[in-house]
């Protein structure tokens, strides 16, 4: 999937996915198997959601505000700025890209999650997906936001949900890597 072109109608049905999969695929395990780490250096299948619910509820409350709150950066206003780093943010944090990042501490998930985790964050996609029905594709692409992380990051509300669902499905991964690790059968 080329994320850095996904239209509106494209990002909805890429929640409405992205929330499916992960009742289906982490939803029936429980609070034990979700919080259990394959070493000390990665992340548990509930630390991944966690930081995903973390960091969406973030990016999504900076694209609801740009589009209600007409005020501009410098960075919002610069030429091509934001074009740029939307292209550039999509395709680092995509399931494909390479290399190792540093969550931002806003999102950093916390050591031990309830075992809710997955419902909240099916519930949080559901609600975005319900939300992007009333989003003008024009409007989308044509309000430039803040990131959330980075005040001088900045990229169309549309990059942004782009970003989004191609940042869930690189830690959707990293959260199935969890499921394939030779320790995991002997959990019972």
Not at 4 to 22: C, F, G, K, P, Y
Not at 36 to 63: E, K, M, T, Y
Not at 149 to 157: C, G, Q
Request: proline letters at 5%.
């Amino acid at each position: 999937m080329i994320y850095t072109n996904l239209s509106v109608t494209e990002v909805r049905a890429a929640l409405h996915d992205i929330a499916q999969d992960a009742r289906s695929t982490f939803g029936s395990l429980d609070e034990r198997r979700l919080n259990w780490r394959p070493d000390v250096s990665r992340w548990s299948i509930a630390q991944c959601f966690d930081h995903l619910l973390r960091g969406n509820g973030l990016l999504l409350g900076a694209a609801k505000t740009a589009l209600t709150n007409p005020a501009r950066t410098v960075w919002q206003r610069l030429p091509l700025w934001p074009t740029v780093f939307g292209w550039m943010m999509i395709r680092s944090q995509g399931p494909g890209s390479i290399g190792k990042f540093t969550a931002p501490v806003r999102a950093r998930p916390t050591s031990h999650i309830p075992g809710d985790i997955i419902q909240r964050f099916v519930d949080q996609h559901r609600d975005a997906e319900e939300w992007t029905r009333e989003l003008d594709e024009r409007t989308a692409s044509g309000t430039i936001m803040v990131s959330p992380f980075v005040r001088v990051v900045t990229y169309s509300v549309l990059d942004g949900l782009r970003l989004l669902v191609a940042h869930d499905r690189r830690h959707f991964e990293q959260a199935r890597r969890a499921m394939m690790s030779p320790q995991w059968g002997a959990l019972g």
